[in-house]
T-cell receptor, first 111, second 114 residues
Framework: DAKTTQPPSMDCAEGRAANLPCNHSTISGNEYVYWYRQIHSQGPQYIIHGLKNNETNEMASLIITEDRKSSTLILPHATLRDTAVYYC????????????FGKGTKLTVNP | DAMVIQNPRYQVTQFGKPVTLSCSQTLNHNVMYWYQQKSSQAPKLLFH???????NEADTPDNFQSRRPNTSFCFLDIRSPGLGDAAMYLCATSRDLRTGGEQYFGPGTRLTVT
């Protein structure tokens, strides 16, 4: 499985876009990039995933570089409820039967 | 709403006293997972069921067992809890192994061992 590097913490002002980077330079060609978040004392929540193309859903946008060595999760208008730990997780096409969570990024949205 | 439910949310047990945590799902998913999350750490997979097929992670202690009597329910049994087993236990589901990257988690059960 590919290793990931994420900044341990980030701050964002409420209402502004939060851009969370993830480096996954060893990702293989058949590995998707999944993003989850975990709000304090809750279970992780699936956000979005992608392979090559940029993806958008009601929660966030995912930008993947052309060489697929890094990606950025974008929360377009962060709210206080977006304060959480965000995990970037490569997972092979077809699933590897388990998610391997790294340390993630603790995002704090400030009023 | 379809969901993953864990009961109880908080469980206190004594050192060495067996304890069972439960998970149910209304998503009709084929795969159910159990994760352990210790304080300030990331979740770590213990085992999963694909339908009735049980799959244990290599480093999961024998003290941890699981049962899945039907599609909707899955149990985590800790035979002799030690102080080091105090953690949040998370249940998750996925539609099948092919979509295993997209998992739906319950709120977790926080286990305290006294």
């Amino acid at each position: 499985d590919a290793k990931t590097t994420q900044p341990p913490s980030m701050d964002c002002a409420e209402g502004r876009a939060a851009n969370l980077p993830c480096n996954h330079s060893t990702i293989s060609g058949n590995e998707y990039v999944y993003w989850y978040r975990q709000i304090h004392s809750q279970g992780p929540q699936y956000i979005i995933h992608g392979l090559k193309n940029n993806e958008t859903n009601e929660m966030a946008s995912l930008i993947i570089t052309e060489d697929r060595k890094s990606s950025t999760l974008i929360l377009p208008h962060a709210t206080l409820r977006d304060t959480a730990v965000y995990y970037c997780i490569p997972d092979r096409e077809g699933g590897s039967e388990k998610l391997v969570f790294g340390k993630g990024t603790k995002l704090t949205v400030n009023p | 709403d379809a969901m993953v439910i864990q009961n109880p949310r908080y469980q206190v047990t004594q050192f060495g006293k067996p304890v069972t945590l439960s998970c149910s799902q209304t998503l009709n998913h084929n795969v159910m997972y159990w994760y352990q999350q210790k304080s300030s750490q990331a979740p770590k997979l213990l085992f999963h069921y694909y339908d009735k097929d049980f799959n244990n992670e290599a480093d999961t202690p024998d003290n941890f067992q699981s049962r899945r009597p039907n599609t909707s329910f899955c149990f985590l049994d800790i035979r002799s809890p030690g102080l080091g087993d105090a953690a949040m236990y998370l249940c998750a589901t996925s539609r099948d192994l092919r979509t295993g990257g997209e998992q739906y988690f319950g709120p977790g059960t926080r286990l305290t061992v006294t």
